[in-house]
């Protein structure tokens, strides 16, 4: 809903300060709040507070010097709810009234009087956006405000000023009617108010002006007639106007200036002009205004191009501060122009097409602080037309035909603390000398190269802290600027033809903070290994700003550094120096799609090896040596050395390699080797001499290799110790054989290192035996049946004595020996190893499942149901962790102290990081004794593979498991725990008593 306001002033009385709320909330037909919100201190809303009902809304408001009523009108209101609502409200006098959007009433008057207020007091009153009932406003509303010193009448679409509109207002000072489109004043109407001070009737379509409409308004100081469509000003119009210091004429239709317009208002300090189709200044114009100070005529709309002419005596002798043409066409500006005019301060000539400039322009104006002659067509400045211009700070020569500067044109510019030379066509600035305060240049848009020095050794620019050298021809920078630019903060080089590499070393040598190279040809960024930062900069937390937009990168090594800083993943020395000193914007960056592993440089034929094509990633400092598809016979004859930090990746696959020797090669040359590829290949022989330790990956699959010696296998187990190493083996023709055990066991127990253990397998008489899957029994079965029978015997007739004889005298040494050794286990029988752990089993399971395993599954291993089943200890953390220590190691405990660990796998199990752990060290346990620890239970659904690690889903491919719901589970389980001797059954359990039971949620 729109409302309408009507808004009531009230300043310096004591009696709105003491208005307030009365009973119920409510003054006369109004309800009330105070402090409603932070802009006023009282709100009434008259009759009622429900919009629908509503037709005023009055607030007040605290000021400095007094309050302020302001009453909002519903559409729906008219002059009869204005009268009825206000009158029943004690406000007191009002100095100042403001009407807004509401209903005319009879008078202003009678809106104080109905307050309890004085209207002889009223000293302001605005009245903006009437809505007119049956009559229109005129000079009858006022009747009795004779007092009041301000009136503002904007936006009321007043047609016709009578000549007694403003009858009762004698005292008037200030008048505002802007804003009323077609209004018309009577010739008289103005001469009612010789107090007025100020007068604004702008943006009111006024055409017409009587001549004598501001006769008798003697002590008038500011008269603005802006955006008018007045074409002609009368002659004497302004001749009473003796204290007028402020004139606007702009945006009128204004074609001819009379002679001796101007004569009566020897006040004037400020013309403005703007905007009037003007075709002739007359000779003499301001000879009278000897007070004038600013002149400004923009945008001097003339027909048919006509230059607008400029008589020499325009300004001359004034005490004229500031002087404004622009945008239009001038002749010329003569000789003495400005002679006399000692005290000129800016002079602004722009875009005017001039073409020539007088030497001595300036003779007279030795104070000139700021000079704009941007946009014209001057071809040459004469040498000596800045002399002695002691106190000019700004020059602005944008956009001329200047094609030559002499070489002292700006020596004497003491003060000069900016030039602006943009847009013209020059091509050596080198020997132009400047003055050590300088702070800004602008020589961007012109045709300058850098071959040396670009401001050559005549200027010690010691104070500059912006150049703008954009859209020229430099190609390259590095011997451009003077080491002595000590506090350069700014440079800008966009758009011009800088080519090659770029460090950014040569600029933080200086204290910049912005260097713009956008949109050149700059192909690669060099970011230096150590960079010396800047003390200042630093200190100030402020880095430098670099912006690279539109460059044509090459997306090789070199850009690794300029993507980790655009992507953010610079590393940790990167941070600490370099990413802390610059900041890089870098739009349609080349190298936002290529990955951090394609960054890569090539070395040449002759760096690399063997034909090989040898490239360097920064990114992950490698090196790769690329030998594949290369119809290779042998190994590399060597292996290039590259940088010491950098690691090497050595790729032979697909060639025709029969023996993989490297003890032929040197082992200093193989120690940086972090990737070996060998698949593809008709290997048959492979000897890991000189390989190092640490070795990443090797990949030997599809070859022909038959089986490995102990070294060998020795050393795939002490790569796979490591989660990360990555080893296939696969596709080879390894025989079915005891000499193939190892290779056996090692697939078996080390599978999660070998992606494609699944894909190795033995060429046996059979068939294909894939280790996975088959029992040793089935690679070892060849021995002949007679050396297996009397292999024992020998070994026991042999040495029966001699170990009788040690037994009986070393018995206690020889027992721990043989327990530390690992290969006496296959020996050994399990109660033996087992002997001194406390309990049976350990449970591992998630506490989603606890209800199944404590009420069923430990209950019924622990006491079984039936008398003649054997009873076995087990752990489980609610029961036996104690509170307090460490669950990680009282994890790997329970694993140690238990014969075996039985997982109950399920969906919650897989998710659970404790789970994981306690499958891993039991996994780890069963391993290293070479003993089958694990027993793997499922309950509920079997879960996905994808959701386990790649240990546990390795395990559970491999090995077959059991199922809560099997009819078979019992005795499946049973079979799967150690065998216990009867007297056991009971004596195991009396060891741990009843233990307190704790809450561990693992």
């Not at 002659?373 to 001329?400: D, R, T, V, Y």
């Not at 044509?552 to 990413?579: S, V, Y």
């Not at 795939?716 to 296939?728: A, D, I």
């Amino acid at each position: 809903m729109n409302f309408f306001l009507l808004t009531v002033i009230a300043l310096g009385i004591n009696e709105i300060d003491g208005l307030q709320c009365g009973p119920k909330s409510k003054l006369g037909s109004c309800y009330c709040a105070t402090h409603y919100d932070s802009n006023y201190d009282l709100k009434l809303e008259c009759p009622s507070m429900f919009p629908w009902k509503r037709r005023l809304v009055m607030k007040t408001f605290k000021e400095k010097d007094g309050h302020l009523l302001e009453i909002s009108c519903d559409d729906l209101a008219s002059k009869e709810d204005i009268i009825s609502n206000v009158k029943d409200i004690d406000i007191g006098n009002i100095p100042h009234l403001r009407i807004n959007n509401c209903p005319l009433t009879e008078t202003f008057g009678e809106i104080i009087e109905n307050v309890d207020g004085d209207k002889n007091k009223v000293q302001s009153l605005s009245v903006m956006f009437t809505k007119y009932e049956d009559e229109t406003l005129n000079g009858t509303h006022f009747v009795g405000l004779r007092n009041l010193v301000n009136l503002t009448l904007n936006h009321n679409s007043i047609k016709v000023v009578e000549e007694d509109f403003f009858i009762h207002l004698p005292n008037l000072e200030v008048l505002h009617l802007n804003n009323n489109p077609g209004m018309k004043l009577h010739p008289q109407t103005l001469q009612k108010v010789p107090k007025l001070k100020l007068l604004q009737m702008a943006n009111s379509k006024i055409s017409v002006l009587s001549e004598e409409i501001f006769k008798n308004l003697a002590v008038l100081r500011k008269l603005n007639l802006h955006n008018n469509k007045l074409e002609i000003v009368p002659a004497g119009i302004f001749s009473d106007l003796k204290s007028l210091i402020e004139l606007n004429l702009s945006n009128n239709k204004i074609d001819s200036v009379p002679t001796g317009i101007f004569d009566g208002l020897e006040s004037l300090q400020k013309l403005n002009l703007n905007n009037n189709p003007i075709m002739a200044l007359p000779e003499y114009m301001f000879d009278i205004n000897k007070k004038l100070q600013k002149f400004s005529f923009v945008n001097f709309q003339l027909q048919n191009a006509t230059f607008l002419s400029l008589p020499s005596t325009l300004f001359q002798n004034l005490p004229i501060k500031k002087i404004h043409f622009e945008k239009g066409k001038i002749e010329r500006l003569q000789k003495h122009f400005l002679r006399g005019c000692l005290h000129l301060e800016t002079l602004i000539v722009k875009s005017c097409s001039i073409e020539i400039l007088p030497i001595d322009l300036f003779e007279d104006s030795k104070d000139v602080q700021k000079i704009d002659f941007s946009g014209n067509n001057i071809a040459m400045l004469p040498s000596s037309i800045f002399k002695g211009l002691l106190k000019l700070q700004e020059l602005n020569l944008h956009a001329n035909r200047l094609a030559m500067l002499d070489a002292n044109q700006f020596q004497e510019l003491i003060s000069l603390s900016y030039i602006k030379l943009s847009k013209n066509q020059l091509n050596n600035i080198s020997e132009l000398k400047f003055h050590e305060g300088i702070k800004e240049i602008d020589f961007s848009h012109n045709h300058l190269q850098c071959q040396n020095s670009l401001f050559g050794t005549q200027s010690r620019l010691k104070n500059l802290q912006i150049i703008n050298l954009s859209h020229n021809r430099i190609g390259s920078f590095e011997n451009c600027f003077n080491e002595d630019l000590e506090d350069l903060k700014m440079l800008d080089l966009k758009y011009n033809r800088i080519t090659g590499d770029l460090s950014f070393k040569y600029f933080l040598k200086y204290n910049l903070s912005k260097v713009d190279l956008s949109n050149n040809q700059i192909k690669k960024i060099h970011f230096p290994s150590s960079v010396i930062k800047d003390k200042k900069r630093e200190n100030e937390g402020n880095p430098l700003e670099v912006l690279l937009s539109n460059n044509p990168i090459t997306c090789d090594c070199f850009a690794t550094e300029l993507k980790q800083h655009l992507e953010g993943k610079a590393n940790i020395q990167q941070k600490n120096t370099l990413h802390q000193s610059i900041s890089i914007e870098f739009h349609n960056f080349p190298c936002s799609n290529v990955t951090f592993d394609q960054l890569n440089c090539y070395y040449l034929n002759e760096e690399c090896t063997d034909k090989c094509a040898c490239s360097f990633n920064r990114y992950k400092k490698e090196v790769s040596v690329n030998c594949s598809h290369k119809n290779m016979q042998k190994l590399p004859t060597s292996i290039p050395n590259f940088e010491e930090e950098t690691s090497i990746r050595l790729i032979l696959s697909h060639n025709n390699i029969t023996s993989a020797d490297f003890s032929s090669l040197k082992k200093e040359s193989l120690s940086k080797v972090t990737h070996l590829d060998l698949s593809f290949n008709a290997i048959t022989q492979f000897n890991q001499s000189n390989l190092p330790a640490s070795i990443k990956l090797l990949h030997l699959n599809n070859n022909k290799i038959t089986k490995f010696n102990q070294s060998t296998v020795d050393y795939f187990k002490h790569l796979t110790n490591y989660s990360e190493t990555s080893l296939r083996l696969s596709d080879n023709l390894y025989e079915c054989s005891c000499a193939s055990l190892e290779l056996y066991e090692l697939v078996r127990s080390r599978y999660a290192s070998m992606a494609d253990f699944d894909n190795i397998h033995f060429s046996c008489q059979s068939g294909n035996v894939f280790p996975i899957s088959a029992e040793k029994e089935e690679i070892c079965s060849n021995i002949p049946q007679i050396l297996r029978l009397s292999l024992p015997i020998i070994i026991v007739s042999a040495t029966s004595f001699v170990l009788l004889i040690l037994l009986m005298r070393f018995q206690e040494r020889i027992e721990i020996w043989l327990f530390a050794q690992s290969w006496t286990r296959l020996f050994l029988s399990e109660d033996l190893i087992d002997k001194d752990k406390k309990y049976d089993a350990f449970i591992s399971y998630s506490h989603y499942d606890s209800e199944y395993v404590e009420n069923i599954l430990w209950k019924e291993l622990e006491t079984p149901s039936n008398t003649k089943d054997p009873a076995y200890k087990c752990k489980v953390h609610t029961r036996d962790f104690i509170p307090g220590e460490m669950i990680p190691d009282q994890i790997i405990d329970s694993v140690h102290e238990s014969r075996r660990t039985i997982i109950v796998l399920s969906e919650e199990y897989v998710k659970a990081d404790w789970t994981k752990m306690e499958f891993k060290e039991a996994h780890k346990h069963s391993i290293n004794d070479k003993r089958q620890r694990l027993i793997l239970l499922v309950h509920g659904e079997v879960p996905s593979t994808d959701a386990m690690d790649k240990d546990l889903r390795a395990y559970v491919k491999l090995n077959a498991f059991i199922h809560t719901g099997d009819k078979e589970f019992w005795s499946k389980i049973r079979k799967s725990l150690p065998q216990q001797k009867k007297h056991e059954n009971s004596t195991r359990l009396q060891e741990n008593p009843e233990s307190a039971t704790t809450d561990v949620n693992i």
